[in-house]
């Protein structure tokens, strides 16, 4: 039989609402990578391309099933780099010795965060953007800002991927006539979800991110969701202090081929 059959992903069981949004997010832009196949098959929803990165080569899981660590592994062993992203819940620890059998191991993890809404905006308002153009442009804004270290070739395709995803919308704040911070919005149910939030070198620790989470807040009050988001453990602190309390963890394990891909 082939490797995968591309078609639609549909829900496999109930995912609560921050989890949801993750995977919309994550499904959102591998499809916008020319070239992806999004798939389903048993618990594994996940995404192969052409495109070296796991942007597009993925994952997302849980509770998984002998059959589906065997489907993992005959998947995982044909992709350079290739993430599987266990999401929170079921039996992590079982989860983790399962992954390892098929030569899968953890290479970080993100802590998954909520925090209820504001009902009056700050004074910050930021701009969407919203032609093809101003979307790539401040793709590549966010790409710099997280990605700088990797080829430009990794950095070009995850900031047209970003660009053309829809249904992510993409805020700049502006100073003096350069973009200072940016952010990626996903709305899905009752989540409006938080990614790609970053500040421009210069002016960092000056309160424009916390200020940009309180406008989103905002807006959360306004349509009646509640914020999500996820970050690396070392960032906790400073997000609890923003409002934000810890909900869950995704962990992302990768087969340790030649090299390491930065997480987006």
Same mark, same amino acid.
């Given at each position: 039989?082939? &490797?995968?059959?591309?078609?639609?992903?549909?829900?496999?069981?109930?995912?609560?609402?921050?989890?949801?949004?993750?995977?919309? =997010?994550?499904? @959102?832009?591998?499809?916008? =990578? +020319?070239?992806?196949?999004?798939?389903? %098959?048993?618990?594994?929803?996940?995404?192969?391309?052409?495109?070296?990165?796991?942007?597009?080569?993925?994952?997302?899981?849980?509770?998984?099933?002998?059959?589906?660590?065997?489907?993992?592994?005959?998947?995982?062993? =044909?992709?350079?780099?290739?993430?599987?992203?266990?999401? +929170?819940?079921?039996?992590?620890?079982?989860?983790?010795? %399962?992954?390892?059998?098929?030569?899968?191991?953890?290479?970080?993890?993100?802590?998954?965060?909520?925090?209820? +809404?504001?009902?009056?905006?700050?004074?910050?308002?930021?701009?969407?953007?919203?032609?093809?153009?101003? %979307?790539?442009?401040?793709?590549?804004?966010?790409?710099?800002?997280?990605?700088?270290?990797?080829?430009?070739?990794? @950095?070009?395709?995850?900031?047209?991927?970003?660009?053309?995803?829809?249904?992510?919308?993409?805020?700049?704040?502006?100073?003096?006539?350069?973009?200072?911070?940016?952010?990626?919005?996903?709305?899905?149910?009752?989540?409006?979800?938080?990614?790609?939030?970053?500040?421009?070198?210069?002016?960092?620790?000056?309160?424009?991110?916390?200020?940009?989470?309180?406008?989103?807040?905002?807006?959360?009050?306004?349509?009646?969701? =509640?914020?999500?988001?996820?970050?690396?453990?070392? &960032?906790?602190?400073?997000?609890? %202090?923003?409002?934000?309390?810890?909900?869950?963890?995704?962990?992302?394990?990768?087969?340790?081929?030649?090299?390491?891909?930065?997480?987006?």
């Amino acid at each position: 039989r082939p &490797l995968l059959e591309c078609g639609a992903v549909t829900a496999i069981k109930a995912l609560d609402g921050p989890t949801a949004n993750l995977v919309e =997010t994550y499904f @959102r832009l591998a499809q916008a =990578t +020319p070239g992806a196949c999004v798939w389903q %098959r048993g618990n594994l929803r996940g995404c192969t391309g052409p495109f070296s990165h796991p942007i597009c080569n993925f994952v997302v899981a849980s509770d998984l099933t002998d059959a589906d660590i065997r489907e993992l592994g005959r998947i995982a062993e =044909t992709r350079d780099p290739f993430h599987a992203y266990v999401l +929170p819940g079921g039996d992590r620890s079982k989860t983790a010795r %399962r992954l390892a059998a098929i030569g899968l191991s953890p290479t970080y993890r993100l802590i998954q965060m909520v925090a209820p +809404p504001l009902h009056e905006l700050p004074g910050l308002q930021p701009v969407e953007a919203t032609t093809h153009a101003a %979307r790539l442009a401040l793709a590549k804004f966010m790409v710099n800002q997280f990605f700088l270290s990797q080829p430009r070739q990794f @950095r070009e395709g995850i900031a047209r991927a970003t660009a053309r995803a829809g249904g992510l919308d993409l805020y700049a704040v502006g100073f003096q006539g350069a973009v200072l911070g940016s952010l990626m919005l996903c709305r899905e149910g009752s989540t409006l979800g938080v990614y790609n939030l970053c500040v421009a070198p210069e002016f960092r620790n000056q309160g424009w991110g916390r200020n940009m989470l309180d406008w989103v807040r905002a807006i959360a009050g306004t349509e009646g969701r =509640t914020v999500t988001l996820q970050c690396d453990d070392r &960032l906790t602190d400073w997000y609890r %202090r923003a409002g934000f309390n810890e909900n869950g963890e995704i962990t992302a394990y990768l087969r340790p081929f030649g090299g390491t891909f930065d997480t987006m």
